[in-house]
């Protein structure tokens, strides 16, 4: 049935039936807060690059939380600035390591009401920053494999909800599983960074986490932006190996990633507004030169359009107050 019998603009007419149709909404369910915590009392060091972002030290983490609760956001991604690094990044697996101690910290205010999802990646307790142990130049596969898995162990330990990978090292959820299996940990599960792309968008991050490599770039383990098939190979594995959720990261350019992934594999796919992403909305909103607002729900209904169920993202506390109004 086509013109004039069909007129697709009678269900555009009217508000109400337009929402009736809606075939995607963003809820608070959905979305996962990134935090920097670092160490000291009452620091809070602003991130230019990602205004409204901040590294904070334990104190002002918990009244962040306390704030992002109150709007309804239920899960927080965490990021540590260590007090020190070393050449494998054996600081982050240490009992009282930053991350381990706002963890804890956390889970002893809020208990179980935030649920706490820890990054495990080697890139911000190295001293080149590179998300791994140096061999000839480049990070080595298997070694990293062992530094990742204590990480994840010691996050574990400290009471993580959630573990989550970003080193894109070959074999890791495997090794990740065991570990956890073996520790007593076989209920925590692993949300996998499968699909990450060596991606331009992550430039404010590295301000952010001081995890800027020192030397060279992470092609030689993060995704060629070019390679689609290969994303899908990555998830693929990652499932085999136990992963529970898979993340494609970033989003806005690689929604078509989002998208096949969801519609290839039937498991709960996530996917990680980027820094960059975070802050070019900011900027051209800062200009007026789109609507900030609209934009950043725009952005965030494509992703879940595309077949993401959880989205990480910078604006979690933004969008829970937009959604508040509504
Ligand atoms: C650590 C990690 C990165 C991000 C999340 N985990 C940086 C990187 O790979 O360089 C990027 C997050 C963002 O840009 O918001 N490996």
Not at 223 to 245: C, H, K, Q, V, Y
Request: charged share 25%; net charge negative; hydrophobic share 40%.
């Amino acid at each position: 049935m086509s013109f004039p019998v069909t007129r697709l603009r009678r269900l555009r007419k009217n508000p109400i039936l337009r929402n009736m149709i809606s075939e995607t909404s963003i809820s608070v369910d959905d979305l996962i807060m990134p935090l920097f915590v670092c160490p000291g009392t009452n620091v809070n060091n602003p991130i230019l690059s990602m205004p409204g972002n901040s590294q904070l030290s334990i104190d002002l983490l918990l009244d962040e939380c306390a704030k992002i609760l109150a709007v309804g956001v239920k899960s927080v991604l965490l990021f540590g600035i260590p007090e020190s690094k070393d050449e494998d990044g054996h600081v982050a697996c240490e009992h009282n390591g930053i991350v381990q101690k706002a963890i804890r910290a956390i889970k002893e205010r809020f208990g179980n009401d935030l649920l706490i999802v820890a990054d495990v990646c080697n890139c911000e307790y190295t001293t080149h920053g590179h998300c791994g142990t140096i061999v000839d130049g480049d990070v080595d596969n298997d070694l990293t494999l062992v530094t990742l898995a204590n990480q994840s162990l010691s996050l574990a330990q400290a009471g993580a909800d959630v573990i989550a990978p970003s080193d894109m090292m070959d074999g890791r959820i495997k090794k990740i599983r065991e570990i956890l299996d073996e520790n007593g940990f076989s209920q925590t599960p692993i949300m996998a960074y499968s699909a990450k792309y060596a991606s331009g968008f992550y430039g404010p991050f590295r301000d952010a986490a001081d995890s800027a490599p020192k030397f060279g770039d992470r092609r030689s383990y993060q995704m060629n932006p070019a390679n689609s098939d290969e994303a899908m190979r990555e998830i693929a594995l990652d499932i085999e190996e136990g992963a529970d959720i898979v993340m494609v990261k970033p989003t806005m350019s690689y929604l078509d990633i989002v998208y096949r992934a969801k519609q290839t594999f039937n498991i709960p796919v996530a996917a990680y507004s980027v820094s960059g992403e975070f802050s070019m909305i900011k900027a051209a909103g800062a200009n007026d030169w789109i609507d900030e607002e609209r934009i950043m729900m725009e952005v965030i209904l494509s992703i879940k359009r595309a077949g993401a169920d959880i989205i990480i993202t910078y604006f979690a506390k933004e969008i829970a107050e937009v959604l508040n109004r509504k």
